[in-house]
């Protein structure tokens, strides 16, 4: 009753604060995926593409066509016959070395393997995600999902509303406001994509940090493994944009410190250089001829930009944009630049390094990133 009173009929939002659940989505494609992660607060996990069997794992067709399925099934077949060619030609480009343990050497091989076929896997490939949330935030979250563009996520968001009110009846039942409904509907529908067809590989957006009121010791002591102050949002932010597959978009989308939208995928910036590089040449050939195949006949599906988007590898470039200030960019910038990381992604991680280390050479600003290359 006294959720029911003062959370769900008083409108005491924080109060939601107040109780936690877990949320387990499974069988969606990789864009419920994202939409759901899309939320500065999200907290949660979502299933490895090193980890799932794909040869079986179903794919989203939300046109029901035979001609979507075609194309589903084409990259489906790339993927799978491609492994064991190209696990052989990683171990002669990479042989073992003398101090590497056999076991975890063939697994390191077939994550490489995974991480160059994923390129390949349509958007549509369905995963699975785990959502942690506290009350208030998941009504939050699921009042924007129900005006979503994609009917599947709406869908999803539906399902997930259900599983609450009948988990925590008294919490969930929130009264609905038409202009509200109908604001986000608009916001969702005609702002949500961020897309920019004419998008550099790499460029500075903007620089708004103070350089002169920056505390440089606090910049050049800085410790490895260690953030900066939160206050540091105070001197402003930096806005990179770049070109980036959405396959690594996946992986940097993760880092809620810093504003980033969801991307429009489209063929437009071209297919990840880097997948086809790391290819023998054999099926590097094959690939090239699928891409233009693929292209054609995603071009020929009468369907909307968002809904072609379920067709399209992930291995295509989207247009992303990031926004933060100085620990945020640093965070995302230590973490994601070890060889550890998506090669895609490392060299975005890389050259924002870069560009940092310049801009502040005055202040003698630490940055901890890791120059091993890339094995």
Known sequence: NFMSNFYVGYGHKS?????????????????????????????????????????????????????????????RAFYSDSFAALCEHLENKFPIQDNEDQKLYQKAISARAFDILRGTLPAGATTNLAWHTNLRQAADKIMMLRSHPLLEVRNTADAIEKALIQMFPSSFGHKRYPETEEYNRVIMNKYYYFHNPNQLNFEVISNKVDKNNLPKEILESRPPKTELPKYFREFGDITFGFKLDFGSFRDVQR?????????????????????????????????????????????????????????????????????????????????????????????????????????????????????????
């Open 15 to 75: 109060i939601g604060d107040c109780g936690s659940t877990t949320i387990f989505v499974e069988g969606v494609s990789m864009l419920v995926a994202k939409a759901i992660q899309d939320w500065p607060l999200y907290s949660g996990q979502e299933s490895s593409t090193r980890y799932i069997d794909f040869k079986k794992q179903p794919f989203a067709n939300p046109l029901n066509t035979e001609q979507g399925n075609e194309i589903l099934e084409k990259w």
């Open 255 to 375: 880092h809620r410190a810093v504003t980033q939208r969801m991307p429009l995928l489209t063929l437009e910036l071209g297919f990840g250089q880097w997948y086809l590089e790391e290819l023998p040449p054999n099926i590097k050939s094959g690939l090239e001829k699928l891409l233009q195949e693929q292209t054609d006949a995603i071009n020929a599906l009468n369907a909307p930009p968002e809904i072609k988007q379920y067709y399209i590898a992930m291995g295509y470039n989207i247009s992303n944009k990031i926004i933060g200030d100085l620990g945020s960019l640093l965070y995302l910038i230590e973490l994601r630049s070890t060889r550890f990381v998506h090669p895609t992604l490392r060299q975005r991680a890389l050259q924002m390094a870069n560009y940092l280390k310049q801009e502040f050479k005055e202040q003698n600003i630490a940055i901890h990133i890791d120059s091993e290359p890339d094995r």
